[in-house]
């Protein structure tokens, strides 16, 4: 069992990787102009990655006897959805940037719960390879 403050932190956690721009971009159908499929598959990489992650912290509330919350999409995103690809990649970077601060803090707010601190530090490391790739495909995109 945990406590009902990891709880709270681990759905936060979950709402971060649940709900991100990538995740939003999924059901938004951005317009991908001819040539840019390759900026599609990252984002669909990025999403396939973080519900692996989401499932993984949903078992661990569900494990708990805690239900998992992920909460709403931002309103902010509902703005976002017909523009051009290589844009929202370029947003994605921000709201990337966004999420590895939030995490940071969760994963220093979880030290006393050293399984959902674990799963927050991967859940970090797995943000900051995301936004790796992301800054890589925008410098690709920017020489061709």
Do not use: C, W
């Not at 803090?105 to 970090?124: N, R, W, Y």
């Not at 900051?128 to 790739?133: C, I, P, R, V």
């Amino acid at each position: 069992m945990i406590d009902p403050k990891t709880a709270l932190l681990l759905n936060r956690l979950l709402a971060i990787v649940g709900r991100s721009f990538p995740q939003y971009l999924k059901y938004s159908r951005p317009y991908v102009p001819p040539g840019r499929a390759e900026l599609v598959e990252a984002i669909e990489s990025v999403v396939a990655d973080q519900n692996g992650l989401a499932d993984r912290i949903s078992q661990m509330l569900i494990d708990a006897r805690t239900s998992p919350r992920t909460g709403e999409f931002p309103m902010e995103y509902t703005d976002l959805h017909d523009l051009e690809i290589g844009f929202l990649v370029n947003l994605a970077i921000n709201y990337q940037h966004q999420d590895i601060a939030e995490i940071q803090e969760l994963v220093e707010q979880l030290q006393m719960a050293p399984a959902a601190k674990s799963l927050a530090e991967e859940t970090l490391g797995m943000a900051k390879g995301h936004l790796d790739t992301l800054k890589e495909l925008v410098l690709e995109d920017a020489k061709s």
